[in-house]
């Protein structure tokens, strides 16, 4: 299957900073991506869906302030999550929709945030 | 708004079937049900997906009722890495595109 990265895997960030995760398709172009936050022993929850080239859509209850998303290349969306606070400690996964012809999403091996 | 449900739990021995059940009674002609599984901490893995015919790959067998509102996956010889939390998910269109709204799943344990 097509295969997307995420970066970096594990992160610790001061509360207040801003850390910003990659997610890269690395053997198809990925028009659009998406965005899921995991809490512990929950389920994925969408956060945003991303399209190259123009402003995320952002799921219901989700702060786009916050939750900054830029999709500027085919192969490349970046999530920034601004101020961060103890509350947004989390599994971060990003997925893309496969190539084309393909019509199932691959997932990144998520990103574990801990804010302190 | 997930739209289906599943238990959340089940076991079984190690060789010998999963057969995992979902009930989706609320979907739509053109929605399709995909099943991912996935392991502690890592990102999901797809597994299979259907839209009203029954499918087969190499990881897995997916049979859809006739009316589409339940299906269930099937892997045929279950081995201890497939021990995961197995997500039933009908794929729905948003205000741009299709998107995957995960439910709750359903936690297998493999027993050897």
């Known amino acids: 299957g097509a295969v997307v990265s995420q970066h970096p895997s594990r992160v610790i960030c001061k509360s207040g900073t801003s850390v910003k995760i990659e997610c890269r398709s690395l053997?198809?172009?990925?028009?659009?991506m998406f965005w899921y936050r995991q809490f512990p022993k929950q389920s994925l929850m969408l956060m945003a869906t991303?399209?190259?080239?123009?402003?995320?859509?952002?799921e219901q209850g989700v702060e786009k302030d916050k939750f900054l998303i830029n999709h500027a290349s085919l192969t490349l969306s970046t999530l920034t999550v601004t101020s961060a606070h103890p509350e947004d400690s989390s599994f971060y996964i990003c997925?893309?929709?496969?190539?084309?012809?393909?019509?199932?999403?691959?997932f990144g091996q998520g990103t574990r945030l801990t804010v302190v | 708004d997930a739209k289906t449900t599943q238990p959340t739990s089940m076991d079984c021995a190690e060789g010998r079937a999963a057969n995992l059940p979902c009930n989706h009674s609320?979907?739509?002609?053109?929605?399709?049900v995909y099943w991912y599984r996935q392991i502690h901490s890592q990102g999901p893995q797809y597994i299979i997906h259907g839209l009203k015919n029954n499918e087969t790959n190499e990881m897995a067998s997916l049979i859809i009722t006739e009316d589409r509102k339940s299906s269930t996956l099937i892997l045929p010889h279950a081995t201890l890495r497939d021990t995961a939390v197995y997500y039933c998910?009908?794929?729905?269109?948003?205000?741009?595109?299709?998107?995957?709204?995960f439910g709750s799943g359903t936690r297998l344990l493999v027993r050897p």
């Open positions: 053997d198809f172009q990925a028009t659009t």
């Open positions: 998910i009908v794929r729905v269109y948003g205000d741009s595109s299709y998107k995957l709204i």
């Open positions: 609320t979907i739509s002609g053109n929605e399709y």
């Open positions: 991303s399209n190259e080239g123009s402003k995320a859509t952002y």
């Open positions: 997925s893309a929709r496969g190539p084309a012809g393909q019509i199932e999403a691959f």
